[in-house]
């Protein structure tokens, strides 16, 4: 094998509560922002569908899990809903959601997949949100409370815990280009919600440790290697300056336990600080990440910016930079995003050199593609690009290995076509295709290649 991974190398797919359940108004479940949402505002969502249904996963668990085994899973990234668990968002546990998580649990265990389960993935509870989400620190301390029970409950099976999916996302979606609840424009606010997402991270963090389990936790990011147009060095700067925003404001306190001191100097100078409570430096700094998850689909490149802001517009982090599109650029056309397989690559290899080559899987990496029936022949998807694009990234992350970076895993998103926030069901990312009117499940080719791949742990 040209490609042969690792022994014990974890294979399979990522999804979300939110995106893959369903069942959003059963089983005792609170609502959260985006169940809320739909119904102020159903127009929103692409073609009107909203999150009651999406895959129907928690109807057909046994069904799905047993094609996750079929077609190479041995291990399977998805989340927790905290308003599912707790409806309220603090208070009383909702024992249907336990026996839902529990029967989960006991069959991907059973089925030899292991499982990687984040504890938040853009789904706040309404209650919570209606207090202000993570603005406010009651909400913190109720989301420590929410970890530590899922911690009481299943950390006796899950091994692999992540605080957060891609925490960043509901900082600009929700308070600076309004794509998440609370559809905010208040860098204020983006700054104190982000510090206090880590500072929420830091506690459960802290309560795992207290609780004596015996798995690892980390967070898992979306991190965009930041390349600048030139090395001129107007566009470097625009580029550290990106990265801090984009990357590091994440990273380094979740790795070196504290912040990078050119983030804090721009905070300063924009009058941008959060609130910060005694004790709240000691706590990030003693309560680091063990494992991170790697979520990356495309590079972020950025240039100068050619014009100064208006100084009377509302601060974004795109004062300080332009995006640049490079001419040429490789694109996905259906979500706008360019593919740069390389980009995974360099992630990798920075956080060897820079991170302490934390152990690090990579948590989320696909491709999404609208209106994938026209490529059925012989009652199947004939999805090559998929495999395609897997395969190119798979060789980048296959060379970082091999010059030693400390990858454990890949998980492509996702394993079934899932729903996908404002997008619905516009751009189909799965292994899996979702019949929306039957919800019939039928592989693409995508899933034989990648049973076979996996079989092998390699590829030529
Ligand atoms: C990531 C999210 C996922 C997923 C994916 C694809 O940012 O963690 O939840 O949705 O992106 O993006 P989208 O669904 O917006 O096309």
Not at 116 to 124: G, Q, T, V, Y
Not at 252 to 270: A, M, N, Q, V
Request: aromatic share 16%; glycine share 8%; net charge negative.
């Amino acid at each position: 094998m040209k490609y042969q991974f690792p022994e014990g190398f974890w294979w399979g797919s990522a999804s979300s509560a939110a995106q893959m359940e369903g069942a959003s108004q059963e089983g005792g479940k609170g609502s959260n922002v985006w169940d809320y949402w739909y119904t102020q505002e159903p127009n929103v969502f692409y073609n009107g569908v909203g999150p009651q249904t999406v895959t129907d996963f928690y109807h057909r668990y046994e069904e799905d899990i047993k094609l996750m085994k079929e077609f190479g899973h041995n291990s399977f990234r998805t989340s927790i809903s905290w308003s599912r668990l707790i409806p309220e968002g603090k208070g009383e546990i909702n024992q249907e959601a336990v026996k839902f998580y529990n029967n989960v649990i006991d069959q991907l265990i059973a089925n030899e997949i292991e499982p990687f389960m984040a504890l938040f993935h853009f789904d706040m509870p309404w209650e919570m949100q209606k207090i202000g989400g993570f603005e406010n620190r009651d909400v913190v301390e109720a989301y420590k409370d929410y970890a530590g029970a899922c911690f009481k409950l299943f950390g006796d099976r899950v091994k692999y815990w992540f605080t957060f999916n891609e925490p960043i996302v509901p900082v600009e979606g929700g308070y600076l280009n309004q794509t998440h609840y609370p559809r905010k424009q208040d860098f204020k606010a983006a700054v104190q919600v982000t510090y206090n997402t880590m500072i929420a991270q830091a506690k459960a963090i802290e309560e795992y440790k207290k609780q004596h389990q015996s798995g690892k936790i980390g967070v898992i990011l979306n991190l965009s290697p930041v390349y600048p147009r030139s090395d001129n060095p107007f566009d470097e700067e625009a580029a550290y300056i990106a990265d801090l925003f984009h990357n590091r404001s994440f990273l380094d306190p979740s790795i070196k336990g504290e912040y990078p001191e050119k983030l804090i100097e721009i905070i300063k100078r924009y009058n941008l600080m959060p609130d910060i409570q005694p004790g709240d430096k000691e706590l990030i700094r003693q309560n680091t990440i063990q494992i991170l998850g790697v979520n990356y689909y495309s590079p972020r490149r950025v240039k100068a910016k050619e014009t100064l802001p208006n100084p009377y517009s509302p601060i974004t982090p795109e004062w300080f930079y332009d995006n640049y599109e490079m001419p040429g650029r490789k694109m996905n056309p259906y979500r706008g995003w360019e593919i740069y397989e390389k980009g995974i690559y360099d992630i990798m290899i920075r956080i060897r050199d820079e991170y302490g080559d934390i152990e690090r899987y990579v948590s989320e990496n696909g491709m999404g593609v609208e209106n994938e029936d026209r490529f059925i022949k012989d009652g199947m998807v004939q999805d090559d690009y998929r495999i395609e694009f897997v395969k190119e990234h798979l060789k980048w992350l296959y060379r970082s290995i091999q010059e030693g970076c400390n990858v454990k895993g890949y998980h492509m998103w996702t394993f079934i076509d899932n729903w996908s926030w404002l997008n619905a069901f516009k751009n189909r990312y799965g292994f899996i295709s979702l019949d929306l009117k039957t919800l019939k499940r039928t592989p693409k080719k995508s899933a034989y290649w990648f049973k076979e791949m996996t079989k092998n742990n390699g590829f030529e």
